[in-house]
C-alpha cells in the first residue's frame, strides 16, 4: 500500500495513494518549500522560513534577504535569519539551504544523506533548489529540483 498522496484527494470513496514513492517524497519536501514556517497551528515549526520572506528585497549582490519591514514577520521568526545567504548548501549554517535541509529532515524520514543546494538566479528572479539523498527502503538515489520565482 503507497503513501496518501497531498494534496488529500478521493476517488471512488478512498484516498488516493501514490503507487511511486519517489512522487510521495517530491510532494511531501514541496509541501515543506511551500508552507510558511508557524503558519500551522497544530505544528508551528512545520514549513520553510524563505516563504516568510518572500516579498522581501534581496539583496543581489550580497545574495541575503534584507530586513526593511517596520515590523517583524513574526515574534517567533529569528532576525539572524536576515544574515543568511541565499546561495549555497546545507552544509553551510549560514545558508538558507541549512533550514531547509533541517525542515525536511524533521518530517521526511524516508531520506538518508540528505543534502540541500540552493541558488539564486539574478537574470530569471528565481531561486532553484536541489534536495538529493537516498531513498532508505530502496537504496535508490533521489533528487529533487524546484524553482521560487521571486519578486524583487
Known amino acids: 500500500m503507497g503513501d496518501l498522496s497531498l494534496p488529500l484527494t478521493i476517488k471512488d470513496g478512498k484516498f488516493v495513494r501514490h503507487k511511486n514513492l519517489k512522487e510521495a517524497i517530491d510532494e511531501s519536501i514541496s509541501l515543506v518549500i511551500s508552507t510558511p514556517l508557524f503558519s500551522n497551528p ?65 518530517v521526511e524520514k524516508r531520506l538518508g544523506e540528505l543534502k540541500v543546494a540552493m541558488t539564486y538566479m539574478r537574470e530569471e528572479r528565481a531561486i532553484h533548489i536541489v534536495v538529493t539523498g537516498i531513498i532508505i527502503e530502496t537504496g535508490e538515489d533521489y533528487q529533487f529540483h524546484k524553482r521560487i520565482m521571486v519578486w524583487n
Request: charged share 30%.
Open 42 to 106: 497544530i505544528d508551528p515549526k512545520f514549513g520553510f522560513v524563505l516563504s516568510n520572506l518572500r516579498f522581501e528585497q534581496i539583496d543581489e549582490k550580497e545574495g541575503v534577504v534584507l530586513d526593511v519591514g517596520e515590523e517583524d514577520i513574526t515574534p517567533l521568526l529569528d532576525t539572524s535569519i536576515y544574515e543568511k545567504k541565499i546561495s549555497g548548501n546545507s552544509r553551510n549554517f549560514n545558508t538558507f539551504a541549512s533550514e531547509l535541509k533541517s525542515a525536511i529532515a524533521r
